[in-house]
């Protein structure tokens, strides 16, 4: 699961970064022109309802594994605001748990 989270972060942030440093609008008012149309709007509603399931399962994967709330709260505010990026940050930089 590292690998593949490392191989789609990788490319992804770097793809992220150059679009945002040629986009003519902010992120906010990107995010705003997509909110007002109810098709576009139906897949930001769709991305953030799965980020917020990402967030929720990293916390309690953070609980699991005894690290602290502020470990997490990295991964969390990317994701709400990339919300790809913190879930593979965190899948890429988590050590991996075996049970028996």
């Known amino acids: ?3 593949l989270a490392f191989f789609l972060l990788i490319p992804f942030v770097l793809y992220t970064a150059y679009t945002m440093s040629i986009a003519e609008q902010s992120l906010l008012s990107f995010g705003y022109q997509l909110m007002t149309s109810s098709d576009t709007a139906q897949v930001v509603i769709d991305l953030y309802i799965m ?3 990402a967030i ?4 309690y994967d953070v609980k ?5 709330v ?5 991964f969390a505010l990317l994701t709400l605001v990339f ?6 940050l965190y899948l890429a930089l988590r050590k ?5």
Do not use: E
């Open 83 to 88: 919300v790809s990026v913190g879930p593979l």
């Open 51 to 53: 980020a917020i399931l």
């Open 1 to 3: 699961m590292r690998g």
């Open 64 to 68: 699991q594994l005894d690290k602290t």
């Open 70 to 74: 502020m470990y997490w709260l990295p």
């Open 96 to 100: 991996d748990v075996r049970t028996n």
């Open 56 to 59: 929720v399962w990293m916390y």
